[in-house]
């Protein structure tokens, strides 16, 4: 084996321009497989930690519903808030907690409200802003996604406590747009549309936060107190009320053929005025304790429970587990995992992962075979010697053991070298950060910002391709140049 | 001789023919004022069914009290009990909205849905067709046994809800029928068929109005118009704390 070593070593040598060019081709090919593989790794974390670790949980549950529900309503191509809640909340959150595979679960409110910021009697244009809102318990919400959440101006949310936490854009697109300069102790007048109709609030902004992995997304939202949502968007006790119609109310619905709706006489006399009088015009509402009633905020009502496990590779068999439960009680719950609690954000980041992972195989794939085909060539060119060798007595095992060597040689010293460069470029990479220049690169970054590192495996996976592409470049050729007779490979140009 | 006795026929067939020289602004106008309360204030009650596929009908019962002259109307819900006191108050520019719970009022604007039927906001004010419109085409046709002038109006200003509108309006006394509502891009919005008018004296109003979301296949909305009444109403009527005293 020294023998055999030294010979290729010596051969390395004395083809020393070849090797050189050949060594740089196979370091080029791994630090560019190196680099795109670790800005994969890290940037596949990140979509995890924008997610996840931010605003979906592992699993989230929800009421199941005939439509796809995701944490800002309905799947759809607009946000529709209109989610149902969760039946048997208690239960379901009984039994979701009591998993010991559960780190921590939040549960939460959606809604979109507008910021009205015309005074009453004001006379300009209305200032509206709108913003989606989780309502949240403060407390699980801390334990759940605290860590990822930067309060930079007052306090987070208490207990039991009125008042919303604005997300620091929204402050500064306010001041830029409307020139109003928000800040935290002041109120805010929020109104929302929901089946109860419309619904006014004045809230007090209680701090200005920003998520820690953001995406423009996520730039948009902010957390209020779980009751000043529930009264905004009307979950409320009062249900829907059967409302006594008469025919001529609803014929006009059914029609199909407009034209028939005009065969008829239009026209009808209407009564002669009669003064309305004051006391009738005071009283025009009647009773109205039943809506006092029906207007009582529903303190159960909760559209959304976000699991944040102990393992995430756990998430598969929990949902499962948890999907099993609610079907053997009959609840209409359901589990999914952050991908549908993301909704399209979470497919469409899924999706590109996929897009990219593809990329990076076939960039690999075109890697290996320049690489691979400079060594096949490297090896047909020296047929002739191969036959010399053959002819002056070299057994093929001795012969095919010394290529291998050589390949080797050459493959890992260029290979290693290869890692060292991609490491620095990568370590570059890191102190500086690469900024996402639009929103479609800022869901392949997971934020906006990527600091991309290099990952233990990323490492072992790009030697492994290291040795398999010496030996499998080495073995081929030699292979085929064994096979022909030494005279006609001495023969050989 | 021949000839002679051709140019006499020609001449006498085109003096026979009437010419039509109809003044489609006129009609607008016409339109407008037949609709609009000026010399007297108006009140009614609106039914308002909307009904949106896989969903129940949405009901809403309105007290809706307007004064033309002054660009002013009130509205208030009166179911179902859960809205029950919500109102609208439009004076001059301002549409507020009241919230009975919070007793606030926020602006609104006229170009919103009222609550979740196809109307809008808009809907419950006085005609201006002839002010907001100009006519850009005409053509005749006809809509169940009506003859009909089919009138293409394009928007002269940006304070109107939809920037086209096709209107069919009945030739001989020139009533609305239908009007289509189209966006800027001539995308159609939603259609609007008025199959039934209530007379008040000389004025008009819709007894029946029935509003298709073109948008969202099988989203439309039913309102049926009851008790009219041209009573004069007190001036308090219009005002905030009208509306605010009402939920006490």
Redesign the interface.
């Known amino acids: 084996m020294g023998v055999i070593l030294r010979i290729a070593l010596r051969n390395l040598k004395e083809h020393k321009a070849k090797s050189l060019i050949i060594g740089i081709i196979i370091a080029l090919g791994i630090m560019v497989l190196f680099i795109a593989n670790s800005m994969m790794d890290t940037a596949s974390a990140g979509i995890r930690k924008s997610f996840i670790d931010t605003y979906t949980g592992d699993i989230m549950i929800s009421a199941k519903d005939k439509e796809k529900i995701n944490l800002f309503g309905k799947q759809g191509n607009k946000l529709d808030p209109s989610v149902p809640t969760i039946l048997e909340y208690s239960k379901v959150y009984g039994y979701v907690t009591s998993r010991p595979e559960v780190a921590s679960a939040s549960s939460q409110v959606t809604g979109i409200a507008m910021i009205n910021f015309k005074e009453e009697d004001s006379q300009t244009e209305s200032e509206l802003l709108g913003l989606v809102l989780f309502g949240i318990e403060p407390q699980n919400y801390r334990s759940t996604f605290f860590g990822n959440i930067e309060i930079l101006d007052g306090e987070f949310l208490k207990s039991e406590e009125k008042g919303i936490l604005l997300p620091e854009n929204q402050i500064e697109e306010i001041r830029k747009s409307m020139d109003i300069s928000l800040s935290v102790g002041d109120s805010i007048v929020l109104s929302s549309f929901s089946s109860s109709g419309f619904k006014i609030r004045e809230v007090p902004v209680k701090g200005i936060f920003r998520f820690k992995s953001s995406t423009r997304l996520l730039d948009n939202v902010g957390l209020i107190d779980v009751q000043s949502l529930r009264s905004l968007i009307g979950l409320t006790v009062g249900t829907g009320e059967e409302i006594e119609l008469e025919e001529e109310e609803t014929d006009l619905l059914s029609s199909d053929n407009f034209n028939e709706l005009f065969t008829g006489n239009m026209i009808e006399s209407g009564a002669a005025p009669e003064p309305a009088s004051e006391e009738s015009l005071l009283s025009i509402l009647g009773d109205t304790s039943e809506r006092t009633r029906a207007s009582q905020v529903d303190r159960g009502a909760w559209h959304f429970i976000l699991v944040k496990l102990k393992d995430s590779y756990l998430a598969r068999p929990v949902m499962d587990n948890l999907n099993n439960y609610f079907i053997e009680n009959r609840i209409q719950a359901q589990a999914v995992d952050w991908m549908a609690a993301a909704g399209m954000m979470g497919s469409f980041a899924y999706g590109i992962k996929i897009f990219i992972n593809v990329i990076i195989i076939i960039v690999a794939v075109v890697a290996v075979i320049i690489i691979m085909n400079t060594l096949v060539i490297s090896v047909i060119e020296r047929t002739s010697e191969i036959g010399t060798m053959r002819a002056l007595g070299a057994q093929k095992g001795f012969i095919r053991k010394m290529f291998i060597l050589e390949t080797l040689g050459i493959t890992v010293v260029s290979g290693f070298l290869g890692i060292i460069s991609g490491a620095a470029v990568i370590g570059a990479l890191n102190l500086t950060g690469l900024k996402a220049p639009n929103f479609l690169f800022e869901i392949i970054f997971g934020g906006k910002v990527l600091h991309p590192v290099i990952s233990f495996p990323v490492l072992m996976q790009t030697l492994c391709v290291v040795l398999v592409i010496g030996i499998a470049a080495s073995l081929y050729p030699v292979a085929v140049a064994l096979k022909i007779q030494p005279v006609k490979a001495i023969q050989t140009e | 001789m021949k000839r002679y006795l051709m140019l006499f026929i020609i001449t006498l067939v085109c003096f026979s023919i009437p010419a039509e020289n109809v003044n489609f602004h006129a009609i607008l106008k016409e339109i407008d004022n037949m609709t609009s309360f000026e010399d007297?204030d108006l009140?009614c009650i609106y039914?308002i069914?909307s009904?949106k596929p896989?969903e129940?009908?949405?009901?809403q019962?309105v007290?809706m009290f307007r004064r033309d002259r002054e660009d002013k109307f009130a509205a208030?819900?009166?179911?179902?009990?859960?809205?029950?006191?919500?109102g609208y108050l439009q004076v001059d520019?301002?549409l507020?909205?009241y919230?009975?719970?919070?007793r606030?009022?926020?602006?609104?604007?006229s170009k919103e849905n009222f609550?979740?039927s196809e109307a809008k906001n808009s809907d419950f004010k006085s005609s201006s067709l002839s002010e907001d419109y100009d006519i850009e085409r005409s053509s005749k046709g006809k809509?169940?046994?009506?003859e009909v002038y089919i009138l293409n109006l394009m928007a002269n200003n940006n304070e109107v809800t939809y920037p086209r509108q096709k209107l069919w309006v009945r030739k001989d006394n020139h009533?609305l029928?239908?009007a289509e509502n189209y966006s800027l891009s001539e995308r159609l919005m939603r259609?609007v068929?008025y199959?039934?008018?209530?007379?008040?004296g000389k004025k008009?109003?819709p007894?029946?109005i029935?509003i298709v979301d073109e948008l969202k296949k099988g989203e439309?909305s039913?309102l049926?118009i009851k008790?009219?009444?041209?009573?004069?109403?007190?001036d308090y009527?219009f005002t905030k704390s009208?509306i605010e005293?009402?939920?006490r």
């Open positions: 007297s009140s039914t069914v009904e896989g129940d009908k949405s009901v019962q007290r208030l819900i009166l179911k179902p009990e859960t809205k029950k006191g919500q520019e301002n507020w909205f919230d009975p719970e919070s606030k009022f926020a602006h609104t604007s609550q979740d809509l169940g046994r009506y009533l029928l239908k259609t068929y199959p039934g008018y209530i007379s008040l008009f109003i007894s029946k029935l439309r039913q049926t008790d009219p009444s041209v009573s004069t109403l007190p009527v009208y005293r009402v939920n």
